[in-house]
């Protein structure tokens, strides 16, 4: 699915250059590929959360890599990058599946069910199981 | 009969005669490294066969989930083709473990199938092993003479060792085995032909329901057969098959196993399917059975697969089922004619279906529905992406045969299939190279191979019988002898041996815990256990290099400062686990762990970031509970119920047995079955180190305790001395930090006036340095001005007239930077575009950039080439 959505990347970008499109033009294809910032979330199904960054000028975000990388990064009051963490990530139709990358201790593996993809906002759905009920989570990320 | 009252009345049978009746084991097996799915009823049992542990019952009844997609056992693309091949199935199974032999288990069968289901004896035909003199095995008189009480000779049929002589893999428990078989055709195709004649001949109607093996040997690596330690009794009915004998029909796709999946597919596309009683049907109405068929006996491995946990993946256990359900989504495609998901459709009749005995498939319901629906979307998009793609290739071929690399690809990168591609190919009078297509597959296959290779060698077992315990709870030394070594070799790790003992201190890894580091020393020598981990229930110590004398006795020595401090974070984590619920709130749930001797680590379920505030709060409930030193309360055998009553935190999702651990500090509970200390004023004192996101919801928290936390103060003391040593001992260090913050911020400022002032200064002399080309007032030229101020220059420039074009380079720190300005006016009646010109001057420069058409910057890496960059900005307007 990974190589397929890389394709549909390159196919746009083959597109976007062969119409000699200024630089306003965008990939048509929605692509989870690159930066997306923390905005907030909610949580079952309740009032939306901001998400509080503790940068007032670098906000925290995850990065997508076309190599099967996902780094989260969190920046502190100073706005010093100050924490990066590195799995791997599967798409699969709308099943996201981070876990652990080959040489980490520990094993772990993430699901999420994506439910909303554009160019310009993604929301994961994550469900969380504890004695005292399910609790249903959905994160909201943009691209600026 | 209902396949309801089938599966039912199996159990119910041998219950009465004194069988404990369990649960399917989950269809995806996590630690058997030899297989990825279970393909028997008596997968779940290897351990109980291998003597590597004792069953709850010395008689165990169930029927279990089975699929046979991979290895050996790989009935997937005869699927859908006949009646009765399937992907997944039930087995239902009885199981003597060194209990009951040959006689119960033949006399039940029979009766069972005779007097239960009341099958008449006449339809019914038994075989036995004829022996093997090449692998030393005896013809099985044992079970001739057993059967020949309840049924005639001449029913009693001689098998040979691919039919009658049973074995799991390549390796493991095997041995001979009885067959027997039900005759379902008409009496009419009876007198013309004996059924006799067709035992083991592939004919749908005469077909084997249940196999009794008689299990005695163990397969070895060098295939050599080894006697098991005692001789046990392993059956399997194939459940699909058994309804079908009892339902009166002549395919398993006619049972109401499979009748209200076909009725919905039916429903959903419009098409019917035949029953196998109707014949002379069209090749077309053939090629819809076979797509329906296909897909009604797909959807119940994949559904079941992703209802044990096994998601659709692109490796390993996950891709099989990818492989399956693409299988299912293809036959619809290209003879249901369905273009849009359906198949997920088909969950909800499952789970109505089986339910009651797989609750999985119903609590799962959900997930498993969405998953699949997930996957036909992607691939149905796949499909016709493929179609279009395949058309290209078919455009660029000169004559009538594609390249079979260009088919390989589509399969490989694509998942497009190379028979759809085929079938496409010759609707236009294409062919493709086959031998190419399989030259790559192989390739791949190679590629593969060598990435993965591990060779085992067989155990060679030192003392017999199931010897080991695990007496790490209670000490960290003991002596030991060994009872089983094997050697395994790795691309990744190269030659490392397994080591067995019989009573091992070590702590084999699980539950996040590290597993122990030691050592085994004899009278003569020492050998370094470097980890410990958990296979089959055994614990396997792993080292570099065997013992010379490996049948003497040692002592096992952990290595206890190691453990100590991996005990004080196992203890820590559960203390932080209580303070995230209580301080954070109960939503917070453990979703993975990692107890290192030098840190721990802690994944949780948390929706924003954990504040300053909320770390303190966390360290100090840890630290309070270490001050008032909790005694350690171990429950080392607690019934889960009651575990659970006492409000025990258990890990969703884990398996649990009937008895846990639980462990206990205050108010902290726990099932687990690590090491821990037995206070917590052994931790002494507890530090979060850092606090971050690792995924979306969920945070991680890594923090120390014990001599890491006085390590960690002893560096800050360390540091807060340098820099009062740097800061020339001044008797107030924050004071004096503060005064160098406020004179860099008045330093700054200074520093932005000057520039601001030279920039002033430049302005005036380069606009007496403008030049006017063909109309246009054109400068470009390097300042001696950071970044900032060749902007500021240049809008300041800009403001001189309304035809003017800049370009403006800057190397503040040796970093070349362009700066573009160009006239509203200019961009408008010149087509001028100045993130164009920055991106193309940009190039000299080692770098790129964009902005606005008025305005544009180009950062890079090359100061050299400003001066090429500057040369080449006229060219815009000549």
């Known amino acids: 699915m990974k190589k397929f959505i890389i394709f549909l990347v390159f196919a746009g970008l083959t597109l976007s250059c062969n119409s000699n499109d200024d630089e306003s033009s965008t990939i048509s294809e929605p692509t989870i590929l690159g930066k997306w910032y923390i905005k907030g979330g909610t949580l079952n199904g309740g009032e939306f959360q901001n ?46 599946t981070v876990s652990s990358p080959p040489q980490d201790p520990m094993i772990y593996q993430y699901t999420y069910i994506v439910e909303s993809l554009t160019n310009d906002e993604l929301i994961l759905k994550q469900t969380v199981n504890n004695p005292e009920g399910i609790v249903v989570y959905r994160s909201t990320f943009t691209r600026d | 009969m209902k396949s309801h009252d089938i599966r039912k009345q199996f159990l119910q049978f041998f219950e009465s005669k004194g069988h404990l009746i369990v649960p399917s084991a989950p269809i995806v097996l996590k630690d058997d490294p030899t297989l990825m799915f279970n393909n028997s009823g008596m997968a779940q049992f290897k351990e109980y066969f291998l003597g ?119 390796q ?103 029953s196998n009683d109707v014949k002379n049907i069209s090749e077309e109405q053939n090629k819809i059975n076979i797509a329906i068929r296909v897909i009604v006996d797909h959807i119940r491995a994949v559904a079941f697969a992703i209802a044990d946990g096994q998601l659709p993946s692109n490796t390993g256990a996950g891709y099989v089922i990818r492989r399956i359900l693409r299988r299912a989504i293809r036959y619809g495609f290209t003879f ?187 009278a003569n020598e020492t050998i370094e256990i470097i980890d410990t981990k958990k296979e089959n229930n055994l614990i396997l110590h792993f080292a570099k290099q065997l013992p010379e004398k490996v049948e003497a006795g040692f002592v096992a020595k952990v290595n206890t400062d190691l453990r100590t401090s991996t005990s004080k974070n196992h203890s820590a984590t559960h203390l932080m686990h209580l303070a995230l619920r209580t301080i954070l709130g109960t939503h917070v749930e453990q979703k993975g762990s990692l107890v290192h ?121 360390n540091t807060l001395a340098e820099l009062k040593e740097t800061l020339k001992n001044p008797q107030d260090i924050l004071k004096s930090v503060v005064s160098l913050q406020d004179d860099n911020a008045k330093l700054k400022k200074q520093i932005e006036q000057l520039l601001r002032e030279k920039a002033k200064s430049l302005k005036g002399e380069l606009a007496s340095a403008l030049q006017v080309i063909n109309g246009i007032q054109f400068l470009a030229k390097q300042v001696d001005l950071n970044p900032e101020g060749a902007k500021d220059l240049a809008y300041e420039l800009g403001n001189l007239g309304t035809n003017i074009f800049l370009v403006l380079a800057t190397a503040e720190e040796n970093k070349p930077m362009l700066t573009c300005y160009i006239s509203k006016e200019l961009v408008a009646s010149h087509n001028l575009n100045a993130g164009q010109v920055v991106r193309e001057l940009g190039k000299y420069i080692q770098g790129g950039g964009g902005g606005q058409p008025f305005f544009a910057t180009a950062g890079g890496k090359n100061v050299g080439g400003i001066k090429e960059a500057l040369e080449r900005a006229v060219d815009y307007i000549k």
């Open chain 2, 336 to 522: 249901l004619n369905t273009k849009e998901p359906f198949i997920y459709e088909l969950v909800a009749v499952l789970s109505n279906q089986m339910g009651e005995f797989f609750p999985e498939i119903k609590s799962q319901q959900h997930l498993v529905t969405n998953v699949i629906r997930e996957e036909e979307a992607s691939f149905l998009r796949t499909l016709e992406q493929g179609l279009q793609l395949l058309e290209n290739v078919v455009t660029e071929t000169k004559g009538n045969e594609v390249s079979g690399a260009k088919v390989f690809e589509l399969y490989d990168t694509f998942g497009f299939p190379k028979d759809l591609t085929a079938l496409i190919l010759k609707e236009k009078g294409f062919t493709y190279n086959e031998a190419d297509f399989e030259t790559e597959l192989q390739k791949q296959k190679a590629r593969s191979r060598a990435a993965s290779e591990v060779t085992t060698d067989d155990w060679k077992i030192l003392i017999d019988g199931n010897v080991e315990t695990f007496v790490g709870y209670d000490q960290t030394e003991n002596e030991v002898k060994i009872t089983r070594i094997r050697k395994v070799d790795s691309k990744k790790d190269g030659v490392l041996y397994q080591i067995v003992l019989d009573a091992t201190p070590f702590y084999p890894e699980g539950g996040g815990q590290v597993g122990d580091k030691g050592i085994l020393v004899s």
């Open chain 2, 52 to 170: 590597n542990a004792e069953p709850k019952s010395k008689r165990i009844a169930d029927t279990q989930k089975c699929l046979r997609v991979s290895g050996k056992h790989n009935d997937l693309e005869d699927v859908g083709f006949d009646t009765y091949h399937h992907t997944m199935f039930e087995m239902l199974g009885n199981w003597s473990f060194g209990d009951y032999f040959k006689k119960d288990a033949i006399n039940w069968a029979w009766e069972l199938l005779t007097e239960v289901y009341k099958i008449p004896k006449e339809n019914l035909y038994v075989s036995v092993f004829e022996g093997n003199p090449d692998e030393n095995v005896p013809f099985d008189q044992e079970a001739w003479d057993i059967w020949k009480e309840l049924i005639d000779e001449d029913r009693i049929i001689l098998g040979n060792k691919k039919d009658n002589f049973w074995e799991m893999g390549d």
């Open chain 2, 597 to 717: 001797p030098n840190y721990l680590r802690f994944d949780f379920s948390h929706f924003s970031k954990v504040t300053d505030e909320e770390i303190r709060q966390v360290e100090a409930f840890v630290n309070q509970r270490i001050e008032e030193q909790l005694q350690l309360v171990e429950h080392r055998n607690i019934p889960i119920q009651q575990a659970m009553a006492q409000g025990a935190m258990a890990l969703f999702g884990e398996k649990y047995g009937d008895t846990v651990r639980m462990i206990e500090f205050g108010n902290s509970k726990e099932l687990c079955g690590g090491i821990h200390v037995k206070n917590t004023a052994d931790i002494w004192h507890f530090k979060i180190i850092s606090e971050g996101a690792v995924a979306a919801g969920i945070r991680r928290i890594e923090a120390i305790t014990g001599d890491a936390v006085k390590d960690y103060y002893k560096n800050q003391e």
């Open chain 1, 51 to 96: 998400y509080n960054h503790d940068c007032e000028t670098s906000r925290d975000f995850q990065e997508f890599f076309e190599n099967e990388e996902l780094t989260f990064n969190g920046y502190n009051a100073e706005c010093v990058l100050s924490n990066t963490q590195t799995s791997i990530w599967d798409l699969n139709g709308n099943i996201l």
């Open chain 2, 172 to 274: 493991g428990p095997c041995g001979p085995c009885s067959e027997i078989h039900v005759d379902l055709r008409s009496e009419e195709e009876k007198a013309k032909v004996s059924g006799k004649s067709l035992v083991n001949n592939d004919h749908p109607q005469v077909v084997e329901i249940w196999n009794n093996v008689f299990m005695e040997f163990n397969r070895k690596a060098d295939g050599s057969l080894e006697k098991l330690p005692a001789q046990h009794v392993d059956t399997g009915m194939g459940f699909e098959r058994l309804c079908m004998a009892l339902q009166g029909k002549t395919s398993n796709y006619d049972t109401d196993v499979f009748t209200p999946l076909i009725e919905k597919v039916e429903q959903i596309t419009g098409l019917n399917y035949t």
